[in-house]
């Protein structure tokens, strides 16, 4: 087997010399060269890689609902749209005005970074850019004029965003128990009352039958004066 090899490598070496002039050494290093400069040279000019395979086609995302106007409702209504039922839109107010933030859910909804704003009006947090619950109300007495401009940037980033579908009907609170009524509500019903009789109203006073008795006798008693007088003039 080593002789027949032996044999065959001294055939192809004569065959080398015979063939291209040059020796073995010389022969294979040409070869080798050639083929790093063949490798090179494709390298530069080869066609951009194929595209990776496409993934499968996801489902697309159902598209959104358009906003449902709400009118004014109050404050309780209003924390049923927090994000808590999927099937209802995502509303948030802003001084008192609704806006449907449900394009944002990933911002305002369960799990959000400020989904605690939901269902409610957050005016007075956003202004002090406060996450603590006392601050999530819209009342915003007693801010400064740098939490006020805060406040307003929010709102008219909301208002070039975001669609206004209501507000927040305003409560009058309750003290000593007394109804919760608005001051127009009071003034119509003090203007609708009608005005009262005075409460103490002169009775005509009960005369007895002897002042009646009396008052007859002093009459008789008169009129035979008058006469005598009437006789003499």
Do not use: C, N
């Amino acid at each position: 087997m080593a002789a027949a090899v032996a044999e065959l490598w001294e055939t192809l070496k004569q065959a080398i010399v015979a063939y291209t002039g040059l020796s073995p050494a010389a022969f294979f290093t040409a070869v080798a060269v050639a083929a790093a400069l063949y490798h090179v040279v494709s390298g530069i000019f080869a066609g951009p890689p194929p595209p990776p395979p496409r993934p499968r086609d996801e489902p697309e995302a159902e598209p959104l609902p358009p906003p449902v106007q709400l009118g004014e409702v109050s404050e309780e209504e209003l924390r049923q749209y927090d994000g808590s039922d999927p099937k209802k839109p995502l509303l948030m107010a802003i001084k008192g005005q609704i806006y449907d933030v449900t394009q944002s859910r990933m911002f305002y909804g369960p799990g959000g970074p400020y989904a605690l704003f939901a269902g409610k009006d957050a005016s007075r947090a956003l202004a002090k850019m406060s996450f603590e619950p006392q601050d999530l109300t819209g009342d915003i007495s007693g801010l400064g004029p740098f939490e006020l401009d805060a406040l307003q940037d929010w709102e008219y980033k909301f208002m070039g965003k975001y669609v206004k579908v209501g507000t927040v009907k305003k409560t009058v609170p309750v003290e000593d128990g007394a109804p919760s009524t608005s001051p127009e509500t009071t003034e119509t019903a003090a203007a609708a009352e009608p005005e009262k009789a005075p409460a103490t109203e002169e009775k005509p006073r009960e005369v007895s039958s002897e002042e009646v008795k009396e008052k007859e006798d002093a009459v008789a008693a008169a009129a035979p004066d008058e006469g005598a007088k009437e006789s003499e003039s």
